[in-house]
């Protein structure tokens, strides 16, 4: 057998099914396009989701592509065994409606018996067991041998997700000899064990399933395949595991070398390595297509892989950073399937490095901590670290929760969970009232505090967006330089700028100081309270030296976003304040680009109602075209005119009065609009409760406004789709459903109620005496708990006298109802007592009062053999 390279394989099978008429498509970003329910794409087929439901013609009726994906659902796992990785490759080939079984089945065979030559005596076929057109495809038209293929049920080899398209799957199997198997005389395809590997799964999706459960032949059906590529590669080359596959081998060599360690010579190194090597290749990647990390959405999933990584590292003695070094490696090796790796190089790097070194200011510290905490835990023979704890090694030394929760793990141990969120919602509130104070002690001790006082910017930007500027002062770190070259990030001071400095909750422009000699990206600006404005820097080219003349330019697109939104801030206020009452008080903002926040005084959760009636205030006020002024003047002449202070903004003798005609009258240093039309359009999109008596609106505004729109018509179309119906009847559709599910649930009472009385008599006919006792037991899986306490109490009363013993088992879930009269317990009859050896049999536990108990197990094969030893339990407590 040939052992190919993991991009070889890559390069062979695309360029075979272009061969067999298929566009290949680039792999496309890890971000999904237009599909919010998931966070990161994890499967070849999710990026063609439109094809498939026909919403977007594809490009060509057969495509193949090869997808990179990012699964986490067991990172726990990752690095515990060799099987587990968060990035793979999907190799994938995908007909819309073209061609179906005959050519999908014939074109795997022969790629993987021809191609790749794999030996026909090692390859296994497995079938949807109902499937004989597959049958007889695979081995009159294909050629397997028919005793080389086996059939498998439902949840093997049929592919469905709710209603919607479906099929049966066909699997390839490559069977890696006996040495890798299990042992058991009876292994074959479809065991646990390693001998068997599925790598290749072919959908036919050929049945439409609709609300009644029927499986309706599609018109023109679809072929969906996926293909591991490092599984392929590991069969290919004769390895165990992804781990030891070319490409991925290289990088853990990378990383073992910087270790000064080896795979495969200690167990506990080899999980820090695996670990390691894994979580680089997926933050690479994700880097690439443009994930930053963050504490929420798919940039935690980001820091939480980095930090992670960053954290085994520690484990092997690497004590400075170096994943920014070893995503060298994952660049190289696969930088010509994917050339945005190579293209965006340092980028990644520079990425990946800024993160390793901001854990690596705290982690060793709070590692040191938290082995602290797990030693008196021990000594107290204690297994749950305290709330506070957990907090205190997150809020002051950076340690990530999740990273306490896998270490305390690893020692069997725990963390108080409720505790720790107290403490955060606490911190939070915390920090919202240390906000008031920030910019006056922001620059208490430090090169500012040093400078000539004289040194301040004249702002410009209310209405010039561009300015010739002079550098007065370049700041490096903590310390004031004559001069900074390319690829340094540096703080600049000019004589005069367009760009607004962050205050009054509205954030810093961005944009570019250029001259002949350099280029500088601003990638954010604050105010200073001596009335400067720092320029956050990066210098992309060039040099830049003090005294220096440079044109400043803001980023004009996205000033006009934030414009509209700190304009809609203002009209907001004065909405709340008509709807809701005087009492409306701003309590904070932030006025961003792409959405505001508006924090206000309120005691209780706006209405349905009340949302709507400010939220069509604020629009007709935008339609009303309203003039905004925006002039200095006294304060107290300001306040006389009854403006209302902008939270956050610090007001001196002279302020500046924003008026959007007779509506509105604010004191804001904020940039604005000139007109109440401009904002476009404004939408509420959330409003809830972040303190006491503080509530919060998020809102959209102008283009925003428009895509959030365009996001819920497109969810109402979908919704209408599943539903079967238009947009404009898709409420009276879902109305119908919903009566018919309860009509059906109606139904299915009555007919439980019937069983249950049918079944009483002929249980109770099988009743026998123990010591004089009636005692009767019975296993009933057709119903849920509710059910069996409501038979049991059936059987009781229509008993008289005597034990009722009562079990059920569905899905693996195993439930106990024992019931006794009053006259037996009087006898020494304890259902409590009764129940509680019972359910010890199915491996559960449970109990109750004298006359009446349930419990829950778990070994649904154990039912019969736990109620048979209710006669012996009654015979012991009648003495």
């Not at 993160?355 to 709070?366: A, C, L, M, S, V």
């Not at 820097?537 to 700190?566: F, M, P, Q, T, Y």
Request: hydrophobic share 35%; aromatic share 8%.
């Amino acid at each position: 057998m040939q052992k190919l390279g993991l991009n070889e394989i890559r390069e062979r099978y695309l360029s075979f099914f272009e061969s067999k008429g298929h566009l290949r498509l680039p792999s496309f970003p890890l971000v999904p396009q237009n599909d919010p329910s998931i966070l990161l794409i994890n499967a070849g087929m999710t990026p063609l989701k439109p094809y498939f439901t026909g919403k977007e013609v594809p490009p060509r009726k057969r495509i193949t592509t090869c997808q990179k994906c990012i699964r986490t659902p067991d990172i726990e796992r990752v690095g515990k065994t060799a099987r587990h990785g968060t990035f793979f490759e999907m190799l994938g080939n995908f007909s819309f409606g073209d061609y179906f079984k005959r050519e999908a089945t014939a074109w795997a065979w022969e790629f993987v018996t021809q191609d790749l030559k794999l030996p026909v005596d090692r390859l296994w076929v497995s079938i949807y067991k109902e499937d004989d057109e597959a049958f007889e495809i695979w081995t009159k038209e294909v050629g397997v041998a028919p005793d080389r293929i086996v059939r498998m049920g439902k949840e093997d080899n049929f592919w469905e997700h709710g209603t919607g398209p479906c099929g049966p799957c066909s699997e390839i199997y490559f069977d890696r000899g006996e040495e890798a198997g299990c042992g058991d005389p009876n292994c074959a395809v479809g065991c646990d064990c390693d001998r068997f590997v599925e790598f290749w799964n072919l959908v036919f999706t050929q049945f439409d399933k609709d609300e009644q459960g029927n499986y309706n032949r599609l018109p023109n059906p679809n072929i969906d395949t996926g293909m591991g590529l490092e599984r392929l590669a590991a069969i290919m080359q004769g390895v165990n595991s992804l781990f030891e596959v070319d490409t991925v081998k290289n990088i853990m060599e990378h990383v073992s070398k910087v270790a000064g360690v080896k795979y495969k010579e200690d167990p506990k190194k080899d999980i820090s390595l695996r670990v390691i090597t894994d979580h680089i290749r997926s933050t690479t990647f994700m880097v690439s297509d443009g994930i930053l990390p963050s504490n929420e959405g798919r940039g935690y999933v980001l820091r939480r892989l980095l930090r992670r990584a960053a954290r085994h590292g520690k484990l092997l003695g690497i004590e400075k950073p170096f994943l920014y070094e070893v995503a060298e490696t994952v660049i190289n090796e696969s930088k010509e399937a994917y050339p945005e790796l190579e293209e965006k190089r340092e980028y990644i790097k520079k990425v990946i490095k800024v993160e390793e070194e901001r854990f690596d200011e705290t982690i060793d510290q709070g590692l040191n901590i938290l082995n602290q905490y797990i030693a008196e835990l021990k000594e107290a023979n204690q297994k749950i670290l305290s709330g506070d704890k957990a907090f205190r090694l997150y809020d002051t030394y950076g340690f990530p929760i999740d990273l306490t929760r896998e270490i305390l793990a690893e020692q069997g141990m725990g963390i108080d969970e409720e505790g720790f969120n107290h403490e955060m919602n606490e911190q939070r509130e915390r920090a919202r009232a240390a906000r008031q104070e920030a910019d006056s002690a922001a620059w208490g001790n430090d090169v500012f505090s040093k400078m000539d006082r004289n040194i301040s910017t004249q702002f410009t930007g209310y209405f010039q967006f561009a300015s010739i500027s002079r550098v007065l002062a370049i700041i490096k770190g903590n310390t004031e330089v004559d001069k900074a070259s390319k690829g340094e990030q540096v703080t600049i001071l000019l004589d005069q700028t367009p760009f607004y400095g962050e205050s009054g909750g509205q954030v810093g422009d961005t944009g570019v100081l250029e001259s002949n000699n350099v280029k500088i990206r601003v990638l954010d600006c604050k105010k200073q309270g001596e009335g400067r404005f720092l320029h956050i820097c990066e210098i992309e080219s060039g040099e830049v030296s003090k005294n220096d003349e440079v044109k400043a330019v803001i980023d004009l697109e996205r000033r006009k976003a934030i414009s509209r939104n700190h304009t809609a801030t203002h009209l907001l206020q004065k909405a709340l304040r008509n709807v809701l009452g005087d009492h409306v008080a701003q309590s904070g903002s932030q006025v961003a680009p792409d959405r505001l926040r508006f924090d206000f005084s309120h005691y209780s959760a706006m209405t349905k109602e009340e949302i709507d009636k400010v939220e069509r205030e604020v629009n007709r006020v935008v339609l009303d075209s309203l003039p905004i002024e925006a002039k200095e003047m006294p304060i107290e002449e300001a306040k006389k005119m009854g403006a209302t202070a902008l939270f956050g903004e610090k007001y001196g003798s002279i302020v500046r009065l924003v008026k959007m005609g007779d509506y509105s009258l604010e004191l804001c240093g904020g940039s604005h609009l000139t007109s109440t039309s401009q904002v476009g359009a404004f939408k509420i999109i959330s409003e809830g409760g972040v303190a006491a008596g503080v509530r919060r609106i998020e809102a959209v505004t102008g283009l925003e406004a428009l895509d959030y729109f365009a996001n819920k018509e497109k969810a109402l179309e979908e919704v209408a789709v599943i539903l079967k119906s238009s947009p404009s009847d898709i409420v009276k559709k879902a109305e119908a459903l919903v009566n018919e599910l309860k009509t059906s649930q109606k139904e299915v009472e009555n007919l439980r109620n019937k069983l249950v009385r049918s079944s009483a008599d002929d249980i109770l006919s099988k009743a026998v005496h123990v010591k004089g006792i009636k005692v009767v037991t019975a296993r009933m899986d057709e119903l849920d708990m509710d059910g069996l306490r409501n038979m049991g109490d059936t059987l009781r009363n229509k008993l008289g006298s005597g034990v009722v013993a009562l079990a059920t088992g569905n899905e693996g879930k195993v439930n106990f109802v024992v019931m006794a009269t009053k006259d037996v317990v009087a006898k020494g009859i304890h259902a409590g007592n009764i129940i509680k050896e019972v359910a010890k049999t199915a491996g559960g536990g449970g109990g109750g009062r004298p006359d009446m108990a349930q419990a829950g197990g778990k070994d649904v094969s154990k039912i019969d053999e736990a109620l048979n030893k209710v006669i012996g339990l009654i015979e012991q407590q009648i003495k």
